[in-house]
């Protein structure tokens, strides 16, 4: 049979984010470092941190090109005329090739960046041997336009039946990502001596939140700094400052409504602490920058009704369609848990002051479960202390935290394999107790961020085909029948069956809607022609 003519279709445009892939990379850095100099000689490695810093991330035909720099910084007991300490920073840049199936020009890539481990030994008093392995996620994403089928086009007779679904889906309102610069001065607090000079700080994210304003998404949250210094004083003792900065600030967002689904990542790309003269010129303020990377994606929940099947009483009709993947909002959670841990110190060395905790953490593996997501991971944590040792006084003790949480989540079946999701994982607070010269408890809370989606995978009808109707065939079928439900079926499948039309098969069995049961039996008189 030969197609005499097509039916259009009423369409709706409706914007998605479509994850064309992921993949993982490690790459090993392996390099030494000579001493400028103008710098005392290495006697000792107390402390270092490393962060990676991504430079460019082109994507070009099945391929991400990546390219970016470990930033590391050492503070080391040194053997100079001015001090105890001394101090430096470089780096060591990294290409990376990812080969990417599908990968295109216009394509988005999210690059998320993480130190595995970074080992900084000492060559000789002149020379380091910085090795880090470094794992970068990837994950593509492309913008798509879907053309979804609501309806018939134009005026249709009784003899063309529609079947029609009401679905929820995600509507894709805008993805970008950004860069906030938080600037501020603070003071020091007047228990404390002026700075002489600054050894070493660090910069820690803690407890951040985004909220949508009309325009615009708003980072509220704290920007932890653990600071050592020397101090002014004529001993020129070393002193340690921790301080908690609110931080407050907004990124533009033209598409962003209070009312829609957001989901923001936020990293601290960099920062910098600089002491500055008061009023009366003594160095007594800091000055901090810190850079936020923000990547956020925001999305509108719709109601679609939209176009399943279609068939006629007099002609033949074939819904040709592809298939397609909507999202759903399953749920969106945060998730806080407690981890409590005793660290053991150096005890030949008494413990005179805790300088700082900081920590990172790693999520290494997540298992859907039946009304739950298992997450488990780790919590790296670094603490710097100050010690009663002329000849080493400042100390630091590594420490790794297992730990293994359930996230909730109502409806999710341990055998759900149609959903994906993102989690964020951070500190939301830390803090220290000395118990003994040789024990410090440490306590953090940790925050599970995540948002889970159900892909609900459906055929999108793109066109429909008529075909005159076999007459011969028609002749040979009863005019008549009783018939018996069968597993599974629907009011609609019957009908379509036998060429009636919905309402026919209603009125003639007494039914006040379209549910059916198994071994329910229906009079089924057919009206072709």
């Not at 001993?235 to 931080?247: D, H, I, K, R, Y």
């Not at 936020?292 to 109601?303: A, F, G, I, M, P």
């Not at 098969?505 to 072709?528: A, Q, R, S, W, Y």
């Given at each position: 049979?030969?197609?005499?003519?097509?039916?259009?279709?009423?369409?709706?445009?409706?914007?998605?984010?479509?994850?064309?892939?992921?993949?993982?990379?490690?790459?090993?850095?392996?390099?030494?470092?000579?001493?400028?100099?103008?710098?005392?000689?290495?006697?000792?490695?107390?402390?270092?941190?490393?962060?990676?810093?991504?430079?460019?991330?082109?994507?070009?035909?099945?391929?991400?090109?990546?390219?970016?720099?470990?930033?590391?910084?050492?503070?080391?007991?040194?053997?100079?005329?001015?001090?105890?300490?001394?101090?430096?920073?470089?780096?060591?840049?990294?290409?990376?090739?990812?080969?990417?199936?599908?990968?295109?020009?216009?394509?988005?890539?999210?690059?998320?960046?993480?130190?595995?481990?970074?080992?900084?030994?000492?060559?000789?008093?002149?020379?380091?041997?910085?090795?880090?392995?470094?794992?970068?996620?990837?994950?593509?994403?492309?913008?798509?336009?879907?053309?979804?089928?609501?309806?018939?086009?134009?005026?249709?007779?009784?003899?063309?039946?529609?079947?029609?679904?009401?679905?929820?889906?995600?509507?894709?309102?805008?993805?970008?990502?950004?860069?906030?610069?938080?600037?501020?001065?603070?003071?020091?607090?007047?228990?404390?001596?002026?700075?002489?000079?600054?050894?070493?700080?660090?910069?820690?994210?803690?407890?951040?939140?985004?909220?949508?304003?009309?325009?615009?998404?708003?980072?509220?949250?704290?920007?932890?700094?653990?600071?050592?210094?020397?101090?002014?004083?004529?001993?020129?003792?070393?002193?340690?400052?921790?301080?908690?900065?609110?931080?407050?600030?907004?990124?533009?967002?033209?598409?962003?409504?209070?009312?829609?689904?957001?989901?923001?990542?936020?990293?601290?790309?960099?920062?910098?602490?600089?002491?500055?003269?008061?009023?009366?010129?003594?160095?007594?303020?800091?000055?901090?920058?810190?850079?936020?990377?923000?990547?956020?994606t925001l999305w509108q929940e719709q109601k679609l009704d939209l176009?399943?099947?279609?068939?006629?009483?007099?002609?033949e009709l074939k819904c040709i369609g592809e298939d397609l993947t909507?999202?759903?909002?399953?749920?969106?959670?945060?998730?806080?848990?407690?981890?409590?841990?005793?660290?053991?110190?150096?005890?030949?060395?008494?413990?005179?002051?805790?300088?700082?905790?900081?920590?990172?953490?790693?999520?290494?593996?997540?298992?859907?479960?039946?009304?739950?997501?298992?997450?488990?991971?780790?919590?790296?944590?670094?603490?710097?202390?100050?010690?009663?040792?002329?000849?080493?006084?400042?100390?630091?003790?590594?420490?790794?935290?297992?730990?293994?949480?359930?996230?909730?989540?109502?409806?999710?079946?341990?055998?759900?394999?149609?959903?994906?999701?993102?989690?964020?994982?951070?500190?939301?607070?830390?803090?220290?107790?000395?118990?003994?010269?040789?024990?410090?408890?440490?306590?953090?809370?940790?925050?599970?961020?995540?948002?889970?989606?159900?892909?609900?995978?459906?055929?999108?009808?793109?066109?429909?085909?008529?075909?005159?109707?076999?007459?011969?065939?028609?002749?040979?079928?009863?005019?008549?029948?009783?018939?018996?439900?069968?597993?599974?079926?629907?009011?609609?499948?019957?009908?379509?069956?036998?060429?009636?039309?919905?309402?026919?098969?209603?009125?003639?069995?007494?039914?006040?809607?379209?549910?059916?049961?198994?071994?329910?039996?229906?009079?089924?008189?057919?009206?072709?022609?």
């Amino acid at each position: 049979m030969e197609a005499a003519e097509y039916l259009e279709c009423e369409r709706r445009q409706i914007h998605v984010m479509c994850e064309k892939g992921r993949a993982i990379t490690q790459i090993t850095l392996d390099d030494d470092y000579n001493l400028a100099e103008y710098k005392p000689d290495i006697l000792k490695i107390i402390e270092d941190k490393g962060q990676v810093r991504m430079e460019e991330v082109k994507v070009e035909s099945d391929l991400v090109r990546l390219r970016g720099a470990l930033h590391f910084e050492v503070l080391y007991r040194s053997n100079g005329e001015d001090g105890y300490f001394g101090h430096l920073q470089g780096e060591i840049p990294f290409q990376e090739n990812v080969r990417m199936e599908g990968a295109g020009e216009y394509d988005t890539v999210y690059v998320d960046p993480e130190i595995e481990d970074l080992s900084i030994g000492l060559i000789n008093s002149r020379k380091l041997e910085i090795r880090a392995l470094l794992t970068l996620q990837l994950q593509l994403r492309q913008p798509c336009v879907h053309e979804l089928a609501t309806d018939i086009s134009g005026p249709v007779g009784e003899h063309v039946q529609v079947r029609r679904e009401e679905i929820e889906a995600l509507e894709l309102l805008g993805q970008k990502k950004d860069t906030s610069r938080f600037r501020t001065e603070l003071s020091l607090p007047s228990n404390k001596p002026g700075i002489r000079e600054i050894l070493w700080y660090s910069l820690q994210l803690r407890g951040m939140e985004s909220r949508l304003g009309e325009g615009s998404i708003d980072l509220n949250g704290e920007l932890f700094i653990h600071m050592v210094y020397l101090g002014t004083e004529e001993s020129g003792q070393l002193q340690c400052l921790e301080l908690a900065v609110p931080l407050q600030t907004q990124v533009g967002a033209e598409e962003a409504d209070p009312q829609m689904i957001s989901w923001v990542r936020v990293r601290l790309a960099g920062g910098e602490l600089e002491a500055a003269e008061d009023f009366d010129g003594e160095e007594r303020m800091l000055q901090l920058t810190a850079v936020l990377e923000v990547d956020y994606t925001l999305w509108q929940e719709q109601k679609l009704d939209l176009l399943q099947d279609a068939y006629a009483t007099d002609q033949e009709l074939k819904c040709i369609g592809e298939d397609l993947t909507l999202q759903r909002l399953l749920i969106k959670n945060d998730s806080r848990f407690r981890l409590n841990e005793r660290i053991s110190l150096d005890a030949a060395a008494q413990v005179l002051q805790i300088c700082s905790c900081v920590g990172n953490v790693q999520v290494e593996e997540v298992v859907p479960a039946k009304g739950r997501l298992e997450v488990s991971g780790i919590l790296k944590m670094k603490l710097l202390y100050i010690a009663a040792n002329d000849e080493m006084p400042l100390m630091t003790v590594d420490e790794t935290i297992p730990f293994s949480e359930s996230v909730e989540v109502p409806g999710l079946s341990d055998d759900m394999t149609n959903i994906s999701y993102e989690l964020e994982a951070g500190i939301d607070q830390m803090t220290t107790a000395l118990i003994d010269q040789s024990q410090v408890e440490c306590k953090a809370q940790i925050r599970l961020c995540v948002i889970i989606f159900e892909n609900q995978n459906m055929k999108n009808v793109e066109k429909i085909e008529c075909f005159d109707m076999d007459e011969k065939e028609l002749r040979m079928q009863p005019g008549m029948i009783g018939y018996i439900v069968k597993n599974g079926e629907k009011l609609w499948d019957i009908a379509k069956a036998h060429r009636v039309t919905m309402r026919q098969l209603m009125e003639l069995n007494g039914l006040t809607d379209e549910t059916v049961h198994p071994k329910d039996k229906l009079m089924i008189v057919k009206t072709i022609g």
